[in-house]
């Protein structure tokens, strides 16, 4: 069946510019996870929605960086005033509810100039 | 704080021989293990899990061994081929807390032929 898929697949933007990054989950996946890679760094969590729960946001580096999940199914990031230190990969993951395996998108590589 | 690490960043194995990939955590919270491997340009795939209340989970040619004890995990692959070239990650979750996963920077396997 079909992965889970992410849009767009690279993002360039100046600084200071908004972006919104979109992920769709795997059809009938209740989680559904949002991280980033740094250049030369582990894949690092920012946000987490279960169900029709309250997100856990504490991963979220900053207050420029929010996430919704509409009808709990497809996600987007969005990024506000764009920094050079937020250029990263941003990928999406999804898993069913009762199990503890993610599985992830291709990812957004996203450059901020 | 690197709460899950994997301190070999680079790892080369001939073909046929056995690959050791090792990692180490210190949250003593977490209760669930995974291993992904990715290839440039893609997002992680999903290889192997271990729960807390076991020590080995096989799957094929891949075994994660856990030293609880030790706060220790490792990933064999034997035998090594070369279409296993690729960037191991360790990760790790508290599935108590919800299923956010941290990971480890990664290993880079080479297998050569």
């Known amino acids: 069946g079909a992965g889970v898929s992410q849009s767009p697949s690279n993002k360039v933007t100046e600084k200071g510019k908004d972006v919104e990054l979109r992920c769709d989950p795997i059809s009938g996946h209740t989680a559904l996870y949002w991280y980033r890679q740094s250049l030369g760094q582990g894949l690092e969590f920012l946000i987490y929605f279960q169900g029709n729960s309250a997100p856990d946001k504490s991963g979220l580096p900053s ?29 999406c993951a999804s898993s069913p509810a009762t199990s503890e395996t993610q599985y992830f998108g291709p990812g957004t590589r996203l450059l901020v100039l | 704080d690197q709460q899950v690490k994997q301190n ?14 090792n990692c180490d955590y210190t949250n ?36 994660v061994f856990l030293n609880k004890s030790a706060k220790h995990l490792s990933l064999h692959i034997v035998p090594s081929q070369p279409g296993d070239s690729a ?12 299923n956010k996963l941290t990971f480890g920077t990664g290993t880079q396997l080479k297998v050569e032929l």
């Open chain 2, 8 to 21: 070999s960043p680079s790892l080369s194995v001939q073909e046929g021989r056995i690959s050791i990939l």
């Open chain 2, 87 to 98: 960037v191991y990650f360790c990760a790790a979750s508290d599935t108590g807390g919800g």
């Open chain 1, 63 to 91: 207050d420029r960086f929010s996430a919704e999940r509409t009808g709990g199914s497809v996600s987007t990031l969005t990024i506000q005033r764009t920094q050079q230190e937020d250029s990263a990969v941003y990928l």
């Open chain 2, 28 to 63: 003593s919270m977490f209760d669930y293990f995974l291993w992904y491997k990715k290839y440039p340009a893609e997002g992680p795939t999903f290889l192997i899990s271990i729960s807390s209340i076991k020590d080995k989970n096989e799957d094929g040619r891949f075994t």
